[in-house]
C-alpha cells in the first residue's frame, strides 16, 4: 500500500535490551524523519535524513541510532533502552523543496 | 526546545461554534505550518503560511501570521465533533527548513 508505515504499534522491551523501530515510505521521499512525542513536551526531532546515506542529529538524538541504506526505509535503533525512552515515536517524510510532512500512524514503546 | 508556543493548551466549545488557537513563535520564520492530530494516530497537514503572506484559507480553515508579533492564529468555523484534536504549529526559520513543533492545543467539540 502506498504512504508511509511503522512497525511495530506497539512495543513493550526492558530496560536495557536493543530495540529497532522500522520506518517505510513508499513515495521515494528525500527527506525522513524521527520524532518522539511525550506529554508537556509535544513532538521533538531525534534524526532526520536528506537522502540514502545522509543522515544528522535533531534536538534529541543520544541514546539513538539511525540508517538509510536505501531511500525508502529509515529504521531507528535503540542500542540500549532506557525507561526515559518510554514514548511515542512517529516517522514522517517530505520531499526536497516540499515543507509539508507526511507522518506515519506512530509506535508507541514501553520500556519497562 | 520548541519554537512555536501554541495558545490555549485547552479549548472545549459546542459543535457550530468557532475555534480560534494561537501560536507565538521567539525568531524569524520561513515558514508555519498548522498540523492536526487525531487520538491515537498520526499529525496530518492542515496549511501552510509563508512568512510573506498575511492570511490563508483552506475550507473551514483560516490562519492569519503577523509576524511583527511573531504570532499566527487558526481559526476553524463551524466547528464538528469530527474536528475534535489536537492541533499543533511547526515553524521553520533561520538557515534551516526542518520545522519546530510546538506542544500543540487540545479541542473538544461537543456535539
Known amino acids: 500500500d502506498a504512504g508511509i508505515t511503522q512497525s511495530p504499534r506497539y512495543k513493550i522491551t526492558e530496560t536495557g535490551r536493543q530495540v529497532t523501530l522500522m520506518c517505510h515510505q513508499t513515495w521515494s521521499h528525500s527527506y525522513m524523519f524521527w520524532y518522539r512525542q511525550d506529554l508537556g513536551h509535544g513532538l521533538r526531532l531525534i534524526y532526520y535524513s536528506a537522502a540514502a546515506d545522509i543522515t544528522d542529529k535533531g534536538e534529541v538524538p543520544d541514546g539513538y541510532v539511525v540508517s538509510r541504506s536505501k531511500t525508502e526505509n529509515f529504521p531507528l535503533t535503540l542500542e540500549s533502552a532506557t525507561r526515559s525512552q518510554t514514548s511515542v515515536y512517529f516517522c514522517?517524510?517530505?520531499?526536497?523543496?516540499?515543507?509539508?510532512?507526511?507522518f506515519g500512524p506512530g509506535t508507541r514503546l514501553t520500556v519497562t | 526546545s520548541q519554537q512555536g508556543e501554541e495558545d490555549p493548551q485547552a479549548l472545549s466549545i459546542q459543535e457550530g461554534e468557532n475555534a480560534t488557537m494561537n501560536c507565538s513563535y521567539k525568531t524569524s520564520i520561513n515558514n508555519l505550518q498548522w498540523y492536526r492530530q487525531n487520538s491515537g494516530r498520526g499529525l496530518v497537514h492542515l496549511i501552510l503560511i509563508r512568512s510573506n503572506e498575511r492570511e490563508k484559507h483552506s475550507g473551514r480553515l483560516r490562519v492569519t501570521l503577523d509576524t511583527s508579533k511573531k504570532s499566527s492564529s487558526l481559526l476553524i468555523t463551524a466547528s464538528r465533533a469530527a474536528d475534535t484534536a489536537s492541533y499543533f504549529c511547526?515553524?521553520?526559520?533561520?538557515?534551516?527548513?526542518?520545522?519546530?513543533f510546538g506542544r500543540g492545543t487540545s479541542l473538544i467539540v461537543h456535539p
Open positions: 511547526a515553524t521553520d526559520g533561520g538557515g534551516s527548513y526542518i520545522p519546530t
Open positions: 514522517a517524510s517530505n520531499n526536497r523543496g516540499a515543507y509539508e510532512q507526511y
